[in-house]
């Protein structure tokens, strides 16, 4: 089942696609990732969905990759005692710890590191940055403040921190219950929620301890000013553009977006851009066209994947979302001026074996009119430098590993692919046709562009181009 298009497409699931025959129809519309969203549904829910994934899976030949993104710390307010209060500008507001229904003078905060955090002078957002504080006075348990920005406060409505490293973890006692939940069930990526410093990503390690990859998610301006060290110990960034809404101006959020996927392509790890990509269609058949220019946004930028949350999770029209999605993308790879843009910031390859031979690959592929570029890997890394050189072809990755196939399937322009390693150099160019006519790449007598390691099935050695014309008949 080929793909046409190089973007991959991320779908969240929830009660409006956990069917089979749903699941079913977002894979064949152009899903290549399944994304299950711990801050709801059940763990029940989570191992039906995933069953089915790997069922569908087996069925179609395919690799499939699921991610399970972890909800992550929740700062909240208290409750009311008389229900919804109003805020007004100018007027004074008390947080504390206090374990007492609010009103409108006062709401409890029980977060302690908020409060070791904040200093006169730090501003502090309610209900998604509706309301707006700035701190005059503090304490261990207590923060008094002045209403920048008035409006309707109701229960447990979230409290954001701008500009302030929080002494918080981004692994919860609910995340790390939830993190061996899903690594017992074989998940391929882990979404690591309220990334602040590259510290985070180090204590997910340890706990994941090569049993998935990590995508960090970047929602907090804490992260933006360590990017390149948060993208180097990552196996994946997320672009998570809503909490980063919150937090920053929106007019800085397009910026910031283009340099995170700028640092992912230099560092050659896959970037994907997530929310309201296409928020509309939870509740219409068709899109706006602001969110089609805002997807088309992120093909251009290069990204690796975009992804739909609530669309295909609570939509009325998942699976047409879905499809959507796959024609901007195709369309926008269509066009004249895609490549150029691609092309527009050169990469300088990094002074190993590996790079030399990638950009050798798509400069040869380019020159030869070759089919595909197909690369033979344990553990990924090949196929990825080849990814990050963005080649016009399309990239087979052959893999005797399926959990590297499956976490491949977010790459920018793979088509991964289950396979016994070559034994030989014959074998390598046996196999590296079989599967490029196979799966619709080529045909009799194209070209193909083949690296490989030698000795074969040894991760990290790649050192062999090879050119060869598909012979069909050769066993």
Not at 117 to 138: F, M, S
Not at 153 to 160: C, M, Q
Not at 375 to 383: E, H, I, K, V, Y
Not at 419 to 435: G, L, Y
Request: net charge negative.
């Amino acid at each position: 089942m080929r793909r046409l298009h190089r973007t991959k497409i991320v779908a969240t699931l929830g009660p409006a696609s956990s069917s089979w025959q749903v699941i079913a129809d977002l894979f064949e519309a152009g899903v290549d990732v399944f994304r299950l969203n711990f801050s709801h549904g059940s763990h029940d829910d989570h191992r039906a969905n995933f069953d089915i994934i790997r069922q569908l899976e087996r069925e179609t030949g395919r690799p499939i990759a699921v991610l399970m993104d972890l909800q992550g710390p929740k700062l909240r307010v208290g409750t009311f005692k008389d229900g919804p209060v109003t805020l007004v500008a100018g007027d004074s507001f008390r947080l504390d710890r206090a374990d007492v229904p609010g009103d409108a003078a006062r709401a409890t905060l029980p977060h302690r590191e908020i409060y070791q955090a904040i200093a006169p002078g730090t501003g502090l957002l309610l209900d998604d940055g509706h309301i707006r504080l700035t701190v005059r006075d503090c304490g261990p348990d207590f923060a008094d403040c002045e209403i920048l920005t008035g409006g309707v406060l109701s229960d447990r409505k979230g409290v954001n921190v701008p500009g302030v490293v929080l002494p918080l973890s981004p692994l919860t006692a609910k995340d790390q219950k939830d993190l061996q939940f899903g690594l017992g069930l074989g998940i391929d990526w882990c979404g690591l929620s309220f990334v602040q410093r590259p510290e985070d990503i180090a204590e997910a390690r340890k706990l994941i301890a090569g049993r998935a990859a990590i995508i960090a998610k970047l929602e907090k301006p804490a992260a933006i000013d360590r990017l390149e060290e948060i993208v180097e110990l990552s196996d994946a960034i997320m672009v998570a553009r809503g909490d980063l809404g919150v937090e920053m101006l929106p007019e800085d959020v397009p910026v910031v977006q283009k340099r995170i996927i700028r640092a992912c392509r230099q560092a050659g790890k896959p970037v994907v851009v997530a929310t309201q990509m296409l928020e509309s269609m939870i509740d219409a058949p068709t899109p706006t066209r602001a969110e089609v220019s805002d997807v088309a946004t992120a093909v251009y930028d290069g990204a690796d994947a975009v992804m739909l949350s609530g669309e295909t999770a609570m939509g009325k029209y998942p699976v047409e979302t879905a499809a959507m999605m796959n024609r901007i993308i195709e369309r926008v790879e269509r066009a004249p001026n895609y490549r150029k843009m691609l092309e527009a910031e050169e990469l300088e390859p990094e002074a190993t074996a590996a790079d030399a031979i990638s950009a050798a690959a798509r400069q040869v592929a380019r020159t030869l009119s070759a089919a595909a570029i197909v690369t033979f890997t344990t553990s990924g890394s090949t196929t990825l430098r080849a990814a990050r050189e963005r080649p016009d072809v399309p990239i087979i990755c052959l893999t005797p590993v399926i959990e590297t196939a499956r976490r491949l399937a977010v790459a920018w322009g793979v088509h991964p692919v289950h396979s016994s390693d070559a034994t030989n150099f014959q074998d390598m160019v046996v196999k590296a046709s079989h599967f490029a006519v196979a799966d619709g790449f080529a045909k009799a007598n194209d070209r193909i562009i083949i690296t490989a390691g030698v000795p074969f099935g040894t991760p990290g050695a790649t050192n062999v181009l090879r050119i060869t014309r598909v012979d069909v008949g050769r066993r």
